[in-house]
């Protein structure tokens, strides 16, 4: 916890410090709902789901009979909460010698590879068997990144040859996760946006060989970079179209001075957000946490 919100630093002293010194003012004025206003579209909370928690926040203002900015905040971060609750997060399980594969997707540099690494750690670290598949069969680099993550985490990594079909990498995986007995197979994906190739079909057919081999527990994960703002959404809206998305992971939410893309991706995709990551580190991820989210960005 204390590593989230050293983590989420930047983004409580960035844009959402601002819309804190909004409560610490005399009065509610038209002003203070203007700059909330602006504020908030500011931090990446995206003009719909800003423009939806206004009108929330002046019908309870009205039919509470809020005037204190301080009870203003108390609704605001109530509202933030309740959002974010819209879509709840449920830790992912794992069940002992039950096999959970995760796909985790995402466009390049978002930090998926990272994400995979992380997740390994994080299983193995508690005492799960775990399988990595290198699926990114384009990038040569992610693999050998990923192959020295595995050793790092003394985790396996099944990977193909350089631009073999993905769907092959994770059909092989699949049997060296289930000839070990693993509890999770986690599989890192292709990100790369061109147009003479289609990523979306090549993720529908990764799910099929999943489907074809048993149809076992499934976690599919999003990687967005929480730098990049509104085009997460974008992003998601692209995925969900191909997969089942499960959750979120929002990547990189140290380098962000933003910080609220999280409320309009779930207020919008009604997905969770399941994991944070705040840093370059095998360590730097966190299960999501909606209460110590808001609480970590406006106190
Ligand atoms: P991929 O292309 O989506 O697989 O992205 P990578 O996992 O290779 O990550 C891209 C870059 O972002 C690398 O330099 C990572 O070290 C960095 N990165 C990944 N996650 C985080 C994070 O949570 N915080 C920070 N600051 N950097 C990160």
């Known amino acids: 916890e ?68 301080s009870e203003l905040r108390k609704a605001l971060k109530e509202e933030l909460q309740a959002i974010l609750d819209s879509a709840p997060n449920q830790p992912v399980e794992v069940n002992d010698g039950e096999l959970l594969v995760m796909l985790i997707v995402g466009v390049n540099g978002v930090g998926k590879t990272t ?27 992610a693999i050998d990144q990923l192959q020295i993550w595995g050793e790092r985490a003394g985790v396996p990594v099944i990977a193909g040859a350089p631009n073999s079909d993905p769907a092959a990498v994770v059909h092989d995986a699949l049997a060296a996760a289930r000839s070990r007995s693993a509890d999770v197979l986690i599989v890192d994906t292709a990100g790369r946006l061109h147009t003479k190739y289609n990523l979306m079909e090549e993720l529908k057919k990764i ?58 991706i779930v207020n919008e995709m009604k997905i969770p957000i399941r994991y944070l990551t705040t840093g370059e580190k095998l360590g730097d991820i966190a299960e999501f946490d909606s209460k110590d989210f808001v609480n970590a960005l406006l106190g």
């Open 207 to 264: 799910q099929r060989v999943i489907d074809r081999n048993g149809s076992p527990a499934q976690e599919n994960l999003l990687v967005l970079d929480a730098t990049t703002g509104q085009n997460g959404l974008v992003q998601a809206r692209k995925f969900a179209q191909a997969v089942h998305l499960d959750g979120v992971v929002l990547a990189k939410m140290d380098g962000t001075a933003k910080g609220g893309i999280a409320f309009a």
């Open 2 to 69: 204390e590593k989230i919100e050293s983590g989420l630093e930047k983004s409580r002293r960035g844009i959402f410090s601002q819309v804190a010194a909004l409560f610490d003012r005399e009065e509610i004025t038209d002003s203070t709902w203007e700059e909330l206003e602006e504020l908030l579209i500011a931090a990446d909370v995206g003009v719909e789901t800003t423009l939806m928690l206004l009108d929330v926040l002046q019908d309870r203002v009205e039919a509470e009979r809020i005037r204190r900015p």
């Open 115 to 141: 994400t995979v690494a992380k997740l390994a750690h994080k299983f193995a670290s508690e005492g799960a068997k775990v399988v990595v598949g290198a699926a990114d069969t384009f990038r040569a680099a």
